[in-house]
């Protein structure tokens, strides 16, 4: 299917895949270019989160397929410090700017669930993201779970912002405002809802379902 809606990224996914081999876990795409609200142009970079069992081995991958010039052991003390580490890959044939959020497996467990110790993973995989490569089905169905647990963990932080009464779509909205509003780098006016309405098809049944499964948990 994703060769089919975008060859591009499938083909620089299946290289990567190849490069990686078992240093791999997982990878989900998310982002503007995934929901297809970006700002702009066709050279807007692909998001991408790259979840693996180790640093050094992964790194050491890519430098060694070419897709990073950077020094593994570097990166490696970097993305202990403060995950995930934000690389930029640049694929050839077709051409292709990914850029990777590298995080370890359990440490991607960790940051989607209310033990996570900053909002940046968390932030951004709430939103629509896709497992789009995994190396088995235990690294699939990890991913997947760690998807549920962000967007469940949003009614911690979106509950003491929502009105007396809301449906889906007004929880999701203001639950991306809200997490929009604690980021480093400001957002223009009026992005959350251009966000928003990029999203709201995908997410609107998302959060009805939450929603419900926290009404009959109330009952």
Known sequence: MLAETDPALAAALERLRVAAGDTLDAVLFFGSRRTGAARANSFSA???FAVVPAYR?????????????????LLSRV?????PTQISVRFTDPELQAKLSVIESRVFARETSRRRRDHFTIGR?????RVVLARSDATREAALDALVSAHAETW???RPWLPERFDAD????????VSMSWEIRPEPPGRAQALWAAQRDAQRPVFAALLADLEAGAS
């Open 170 to 177: 007004a929880y999701g909205r203001r639950a991306l405002e």
């Open 46 to 48: 692909y998001d991408l």
């Open 156 to 158: 911690r932080w979106a």
């Open 79 to 83: 993305s202990r410090w403060l995950p």
């Open 125 to 129: 995989l709430f939103q629509p993201a």
């Open 57 to 73: 081995p992964f790194y050491a991958a890519l430098r060694a397929a070419g897709l990073s010039g950077k020094r593994p052991a």
